[in-house]
């Protein structure tokens, strides 16, 4: 008997999925586990596995549809089978157009659905919106690479060329600025970041606290460390191994708000937030109390490659008892960031920076010093309790080897 086979929500906060690519084609059998096709959620590109049997009768949501969870995607059943009924019953979901479709894809897998495209050179394919902009332009569609599925050109090369066009026509002519304003989908990533984010600045009464750390012991320690390792270690491993340490020490900083109870969660499960083109992600490293540096490093190297290819699974991105953000490599000095939940803090670590300081006996010395600003909930963490944790990982910082103790 023929069923529907449906959008999964195959992450927490997932809505919508976007239909990247089938892996399978009508007619084809499949089985309970059977990769079905790739699924853009707001997080990261997922497989999506069948847990139909049968043969793949129609497809209903075709490469690039947005489709709600609970929406048919496919229907399976017998081969020759009717599905007239169901199809009837099924609203199909149309292909997004060009416009809606967000600027920035994780990478497709393998080749995607042909696409006919007229009028144009053996082996190029453009979209009807592309080979429109590109006549307007007079740009050859010939001398462009795609970066649609199955390289097809889209809407975004041709922009990318227009923007691209005066300096390489018009050497050593005042070139022509476009100022024509272009409208950006919010996909469902940005989406889910603008709910949960706004939820957490508008739900938890944030707080804020600043200390100025000499980090001069952490980069000489990394220093004498790097030499005899054949990996080198990265500077927020350092960062999350000690932030780890002051939390052990106050573990109400490691809770978080569940409305009739506060939780200490048991282990100092730490998320680094990364960027990526189209939003932010945090991979967690878990369990960093009883994790070293060299460990924590090579964990956090593979959940930050994981996250650029946005090749995630749920369980690494969310969870985190506290979370880190560091902008120091982007010239930042100082900045507060906004609580993750399910945490009730966020440190937020800015540029390492030498200047010159006055000890306690007026003696002027240079420091390389970095502003480390702690986000705190209200409901869970009072201020004095805020500042006791960001002192002592102020004192761990400055003095490493306190760590131990």
């Known amino acids: ?87 009837g019953e099924t609203s199909a979901v149309r292909a997004q157009p060009e416009e809606e479709i967000s600027f920035v894809r994780a990478k497709p897998a393998a080749e995607s659905v042909p696409v006919k495209d007229e009028k144009l050179p053996q082996g190029v394919k453009a979209s009807p919106l592309a080979r429109k902009i590109a006549g307007q332009h007079n740009i050859d569609l010939t001398t462009l690479h795609g970066s649609g599925p199955d390289d097809r050109i889209v809407k975004r ?27 950006i989908p919010v996909s469902g990533k940005r989406r889910i970041i603008a709910q949960r984010l706004s939820d957490s600045k508008y739900s938890a009464p944030h707080y804020y606290l600043k200390v100025i750390a000499a980090m001069d012991d952490i980069l000489n320690s990394r220093t004498l460390l790097n030499k005899k390792l054949e990996n080198k270690v990265s500077f927020n491993a350092f960062l999350i191994k000690l932030t780890a340490e002051a939390l052990q020490k106050h573990r109400m900083v490691n809770a978080g708000w569940q409305g009739d109870v506060i939780v200490q969660y048991g282990s100092a499960d730490i998320g680094l937030a990364v960027a990526q083109p189209d939003g932010l992600i945090t991979p967690v490293v878990r369990d960093c109390w009883n994790k070293g540096i060299v460990d924590i490093d090579m964990e956090l190297k593979v959940l930050i490659d994981k996250a650029l290819n946005n090749r995630l699974k749920p369980e690494e991105y969310s969870g985190a008892t506290f979370t880190i953000t560091n902008l120091g490599s982007y010239g930042i000095r100082e900045f507060t960031a ?68």
Request: aromatic fraction near 2%; proline fraction near 4%; charge should be negative.
């Open 1 to 87: 008997m023929a069923e529907k086979v449906l959008m999964l929500a195959l992450s927490p906060t997932m809505e919508t999925g976007t239909i990247i690519k089938w892996r399978v084609k009508e007619g084809d059998t499949v089985e309970n586990s059977r990769i079905l096709c790739d699924v853009e959620t707001d997080k990261a590109v997922m497989e999506y596995e069948s847990i139909n049997e049968g043969t793949l009768l129609k497809i209903v949501a075709s490469d690039g549809s947005e489709v709600r969870v609970g929406e048919v995607i496919a229907v399976v059943g017998e081969k020759d089978e009717d599905i007239s009924e169901i199809l």
């Open 157 to 183: 090369d041709i922009e990318e060329s227009i923007r691209q066009a005066p300096a390489a026509a018009q050497a050593g002519k005042t070139p022509r600025i476009e100022t024509a304003s272009v409208s």
């Open 338 to 405: 906004i609580i993750n939940p399910p945490g009730s803090a966020i440190l937020a670590a800015g540029q390492v920076i030498k200047e010159p300081v006055v000890d306690e006996d007026d003696r002027i010395s240079v420091r390389s010093n970095m502003a480390l600003t702690l986000s705190c909930d209200h409901r869970v963490i009072d201020g004095a309790v805020g500042a006791s944790f960001l002192s002592d990982l102020k004192e761990i910082i400055e003095n490493p080897v306190r760590a131990l103790f």
